[in-house]
């Protein structure tokens, strides 16, 4: 038997611990876009918020004036 090994071709451990990282990059990627769309519904929150405050501010200016 031969204990030659190819320099060049990538090592079972490292294949794991770089998809390890690959994975550990797609998790973080997937929290920013979560952060990013808690911000969005946030922002959709207060608009309708907004826009309802005004739909009562309207109606009981015809109910009253």
Do not use: C
Request: proline share 3%.
């Amino acid at each position: 038997m031969s204990d030659y090994t190819n320099p060049f071709e990538t090592k079972p451990i490292e294949k794991v611990k770089n998809e390890v990282h690959e994975i550990n990059r797609n998790i973080n990627k997937i929290k920013t876009d979560l952060i990013g769309l808690k911000a969005d519904i946030s922002i959709i929150k207060d608009y309708i918020k907004q826009k309802q405050a005004k739909e009562e501010e309207i109606s009981k200016g015809w109910l009253w004036g």
